[in-house]
């Protein structure tokens, strides 16, 4: 069932599968934030593919130009 998912999240980004090429994931809530995780370690999303994964919080707090030096980082895996 797993699978299922992950090919539906790769299907997403169909065409710039290449790790070089960061992509990131959305997750909306704590709990999706989790479920992402763990699927996309299982799988070694991050080192295959090149996609990250955060939350909603962390996306809009990375926009705040007060927040510096931002929120998101490619490199912290």
Same mark, same amino acid.
């Given at each position: 069932?797993?699978?299922?998912?992950?090919?539906?999240?790769?299907?997403?980004?169909?065409?710039?599968?290449?790790?070089?090429?960061?992509?990131?994931?959305?997750?909306?809530?704590?709990?999706?934030? @989790?479920? &992402?995780? *763990?699927? $996309? #370690?299982?799988?070694? %999303?991050?080192?295959?593919? @090149?996609? &990250?994964? *955060?939350? $909603? #919080?962390?996306?809009? %707090?990375?926009?705040?130009?007060?927040?510096?030096?931002?929120?998101?980082?490619?490199?912290?895996?």
């Amino acid at each position: 069932m797993a699978t299922k998912y992950v090919h539906r999240l790769l299907n997403a980004f169909e065409g710039e599968l290449d790790p070089s090429i960061k992509k990131y994931l959305c997750a909306p809530c704590s709990n999706c934030k @989790g479920q &992402l995780r *763990d699927l $996309l #370690a299982y799988y070694d %999303v991050w080192e295959k593919y @090149g996609i &990250l994964y *955060d939350g $909603l #919080a962390e996306l809009i %707090v990375n926009c705040m130009v007060e927040v510096k030096p931002g929120f998101i980082e490619w490199e912290w895996h």
